[in-house]
């Protein structure tokens, strides 16, 4: 049974860092592309960053460049996304994809397993 299951959420205010992590299980985590998915209140689910199986290629929604890195460690089947001077418009549920694919996606329908999501909010 595969398993995400995202961690690191909370309160945060403009400027802040926080790290969102992703723990995979059940699956070969080494053969999966990955990718950080968030959604606002009252929004679509965008993708803000992907990462290809082999960690060679990564993506970013222009929202987040420069601000957001991906990243991820396959000797503990996790994928991270570090989130440097955070504002407000970054709150949001952010969810951990995992797609049986080489290459990376932004498309959700081209994801094949996801987490529950965890909670980032803004405290102002």
């Known amino acids: 049974q595969v398993k995400l299951v995202e961690s690191g959420g909370g309160t945060v205010q403009a400027g802040d860092s926080l790290r969102l992590s992703c723990a995979a299980s059940?699956?070969?985590?080494?053969?999966?592309?990955m990718g950080w998915f968030r959604q606002a209140p009252g929004k679509e689910r965008d993708c803000v960053a992907a990462i290809s199986w082999s960690g060679g290629n990564t993506y970013y929604a222009d929202s987040v460049l420069g601000r957001f890195t991906i990243s991820e460690d396959n000797a503990k089947n996790t994928v991270y996304l570090q989130m440097n001077s955070m504002k407000h418009e970054d709150t949001a549920v952010y969810y951990c994809?995992?797609?049986?694919?080489?290459?990376?996606?932004?498309?959700?329908?081209?994801?094949?397993?996801w987490g529950k999501g965890t909670q980032v909010t803004d405290s102002s």
């Open positions: 994809a995992a797609r049986a694919h080489w290459g990376l996606s932004t498309k959700e329908d081209e994801y094949d397993y």
């Open positions: 059940g699956l070969t985590f080494s053969r999966y592309g």
